[in-house]
């Protein structure tokens, strides 16, 4: 995981002997996933602010010097936040179109079941959706760090559906990055938007007429500058 810092080869730490013998009854990846939860619920019920190192330490109900242990710095502890935000939201996106994909729907069709399976995620978890934006803004401000683990995971992960689940290959005129880039902004468009009014009807009608233009796009004259496999 980025970020993560392995035990020290050498030097004393104050503490060090109670800390590592806390971890040791406690899986180091077990533990850092519990303290990147409890980062996460904090961040959610009171925003990003209020999650100081102290707050997360009492919310995963450990030490400072355990959190200390499992990440050099809050700057690591929520890139690992960020790294491990893709999973909930978009694991029911890669059910869906595997499901699809099996049902033999139409790229059209897939797309659109893809995009259904994404809302109700959003719907079910807006204080996620939200601290997303929080990370982002929070990152951008310092170095930028987390807020490029947080989109380079989306990328990736919208870049994979694209090749494997939709059996796109990329050309020089419009690459798979590209297309998943388009993709991420219509999301984050329609989330915050959805954030601000929840309007269901309205993101519905936006993702339409957008995908519509996307998929017609791929479909027709894209065939041209898109390959699609199987």
């Known amino acids: 995981m980025r970020g993560v810092r392995d035990r020290p080869a050498s030097g004393f730490v104050p503490g060090a002997g109670r800390i590592v013998k806390a971890m040791s009854r406690v899986p180091a990846e077990q533990r850092r996933e519990q303290l990147i939860e409890a980062t996460i619920d904090l961040a959610i019920e009171e925003g990003l602010a209020a999650a100081s190192v102290r707050r997360i330490a009492d919310r995963a109900n450990v030490s400072l010097g355990v959190v200390h242990y499992c990440f050099n710095s809050k700057e690591a502890l929520l890139s690992g936040v960020a790294e491990s935000f893709a999973t909930p939201i978009l694991g029911p996106v890669a059910a869906a179109i595997e499901e699809g994909d099996a049902q033999g729907l139409s790229m059209r069709d897939l797309v659109f079941k893809a995009f259904d ?51 796109l290959e990329g050309t020089e005129q419009l690459s ?39 998929v017609g796009h791929l479909e027709g004259t894209a065939l041209g500058s898109l390959n699609v496999g199987g």
């Open 117 to 167: 399976a994404y809302k109700v995620q959003m719907r079910r978890a807006p204080g996620r959706q939200l601290l997303s934006y929080e990370l982002a803004a929070w990152s951008i401000r310092s170095d930028g760090e987390v807020a490029r683990v947080l989109y380079t995971t989306y990328l990736d992960v919208l870049e994979g559906f694209i090749s494997e689940g939709l059996k």
């Open 176 to 214: 798979t990055r590209t297309l998943a880039r388009v993709i991420l902004s219509l999301v984050d468009g329609v989330t915050f938007s959805w954030l601000v009014d929840r309007d269901d009807e309205a993101i519905d009608e936006v993702v339409r007429i957008v995908l519509d233009s996307v």
